[in-house]
């Protein structure tokens, strides 16, 4: 069935009533949220057990089936961001239309519901390669931006992508450390 047929037959759908579209909505969100907990545990670079997931999300053992439960859909915002720091993903949650989630569910696969991890989606590894040379020590997963010296002392707040440019700009090798922006949301980095 071609992505255009899929998104027809389920705008058909939700012209129906409101009341369909929100009970295919409630549907969807508890199957696809389901799914793609167990794909994220049960990834090859992972292969977690529902007892090692748990652990990693700071949730009760006897949960972990419940969720990956197509049936269940009471998540709370709270679980979710839980089960998001576990993985070490990031969560969206959004208000869209109709015709957007039309569109997004005829695009969907089975690739859709894996997520890179960190490492391998934001950090490049040429871009690992100058950090390390950088001597940036201790960095965590919430490392937000890089403080950067420079030959004229100035510092620069600049994202993992910008550190390659600073560093081969730069003739003296740059100092860097580490923002966590997670506990310092407020403070601002200037140029």
């Not at 998540?75 to 070490?88: C, E, P, V, W």
Request: glycine content about 4%; charged content about 20%; hydrophobic content about 40%.
């Amino acid at each position: 069935m071609s992505m255009h047929t899929i998104k027809e037959q389920l705008l058909a759908l939700f012209r129906k009533s409101k009341k369909d579209r929100h009970r295919f909505l409630g549907n969807h969100l508890s199957a696809n949220i389901a799914a793609q907990i167990f794909t994220l545990r049960t990834a090859e670079e992972r292969n977690w057990t529902q007892a090692q997931l748990a652990k990693e999300a700071g949730i009760a053992q006897p949960r972990i089936p419940v969720y990956e439960s197509p049936d269940y859909g009471a998540f709370s915002l709270t679980t979710l961001k839980n089960l998001a720091h576990a993985f070490d993903v990031a969560l969206v949650v959004k208000f869209i239309s109709f015709d957007e989630l039309a569109k997004e569910i005829a695009h969907q696969s089975s690739e859709n519901l894996s997520v890179s991890r960190f490492e391998d989606a934001l950090i490049p590894q040429h871009e690992r390669a100058v950090a390390q040379s950088a001597n940036i020590i201790g960095h965590s997963s919430t490392i937000g931006d890089i403080v950067v010296g420079t030959s004229l002392g100035e510092c620069k707040s600049i994202g993992w992508s910008g550190l390659h440019v600073a560093a081969t700009a730069s003739k003296q090798r740059p100092r860097a450390r580490p923002i966590n922006t997670m506990d310092q949301e407020s403070q601002l980095v200037t140029t």
